[in-house]
């Protein structure tokens, strides 16, 4: 347990396995409480955070009992995942629970606004709890296990807590001693030793302590701010090859614009530059994350992988390279087709090329007589 949350406050994800029994709930309880009072959350974050996880695992084991027999291979243990996103004020928690089937019970996929169940319902809630305590924090998606191997599929619902980093301060002289470890003297509130008589004054000679100043706490290592791209872009790679894809990344590197490019299938690709990564990908534009969060990119390339996957559109890519050197620019424009039509196939689609309309009747058409 010591090991995982060093890994959540170094800014990597910690996973834990759940039993596949009624204990599953339990379990993810007590690691979350640690967890999260580890890093110094709020107290009253911490139940509410406690009460989600704990509706998120029992879902897991209501799919393993309803789908147990409809499935013939066994499915993977359901997976806790704990990493930390964000900085400053932003950073927050999250937590996901991952199970190996990728659909739902009732085949109907949650949205964020959740209905209430009915009335005389005995189950149906898990997610209406989780969407009031989280303020609307939570989701799901499709994706990989961590733990049973990347060939096993499925998603991952998911809630956020704020975790903002708290700040410390400088221990406070013990009480009955002064600065200069002379016993009787108290410190004042602000935190300045009171005045000595002059004669305490000549024999010690020490100045006042100075007033206690908090010192922050930063959320995240001082590495991030000054990591390069292509060092960024080489964790991602590291992390997105743990999840199976190895052997099927392209990357390309430009170290004179600090800038890297990485292409995990066509439409699926990963820009590192100047402090800030992105995503590009179908359905997902103009965000962007901060080098501290490399998890999350991580997982947002993985959930686009298995969501083209799902619906049919995936097209690997032929084979994985790396290049180091300047990018090639993109045209402005694309350049015009050639054209290929023969010279009287060009003469005669000028001639019939489209005219503006004339006003007035055409010269096979007679004028209108009249009558009388």
């Not at 759940?18 to 709930?25: F, S």
């Not at 169940?117 to 961590?146: C, K, M, Y």
């Not at 922050?216 to 790679?237: F, G, I």
């Not at 890297?260 to 962007?288: D, F």
Request: proline share 11%; net charge positive.
């Amino acid at each position: 347990m010591d090991d995982g949350l060093r890994m959540v406050e170094v800014g990597a994800c910690s996973v834990w396995p759940l039993p596949g029994d009624p204990t599953c709930a339990g379990v993810a309880r007590r690691v979350y409480r640690r967890a999260a009072a580890g890093l110094a959350l709020e107290p009253s974050l911490v139940d509410d955070g406690v009460m989600m996880v704990s509706e998120l695992a029992a879902n897991t084991l209501h799919v393993q009992q309803e789908q147990g027999d409809e499935e013939p291979a066994p499915r993977s243990a359901p997976e806790l995942w704990l990493y930390l996103r964000g900085i400053g004020p932003r950073r927050e928690l999250v937590c996901k629970i991952f199970d190996s089937f990728p659909g739902w019970l009732r085949g109907n996929v949650p949205g964020r606004g959740v209905g209430q169940a009915p009335a005389d319902a005995v189950s149906g809630r898990g997610l209406e709890v989780v969407h009031e305590l989280s303020q609307g924090r939570w989701g799901h998606h499709l994706t990989r296990s961590r733990l049973a191997g990347w060939d096993v599929r499925g998603k991952a619902v998911w809630f956020a807590v704020p975790a903002i980093a708290r700040e410390t301060t400088a221990p406070a002289t013990a009480p009955g001693a002064g600065p200069a470890g002379m016993p009787g003297a108290r410190m004042t509130p602000n935190g300045a030793a009171p005045a000595l008589p002059p004669e305490a004054t000549r024999l010690t000679r020490q100045p006042p302590a100075p007033p206690v100043v908090p010192v922050p706490r930063l959320a995240t290592p001082d590495r991030y701010a000054v990591m390069p791209a292509s060092q960024a872009m080489t964790e991602l790679e590291a992390g997105l090859a743990a999840r199976g894809f190895s052997g099927k990344l392209v990357r390309a590197d430009d170290p004179a614009a600090d800038m890297a490019v990485l292409s995990v299938c066509a439409g699926v690709t990963v820009w590192c530059r100047a402090g800030v990564a992105w995503l590009r990908t179908p359905g997902l534009a103009g965000h962007r994350w901060g080098f501290c969060d490399l998890v999350e990119v991580a997982e947002q390339t993985v959930q686009a992988y298995e969501t083209l996957a799902a619906k049919g559109e995936l097209q690997e890519l032929a084979e994985a390279t790396t290049r180091t050197g300047a990018l090639p620019r993109l045209p402005s424009r694309e350049p015009a087709a050639p054209d290929r039509a023969s010279p009287g196939q060009r003469r005669a689609t000028r001639r019939y090329a489209a005219q503006p309309p004339r006003s007035g009747p055409r010269r096979s058409q007679s004028p209108p007589r009249r009558s009388g």
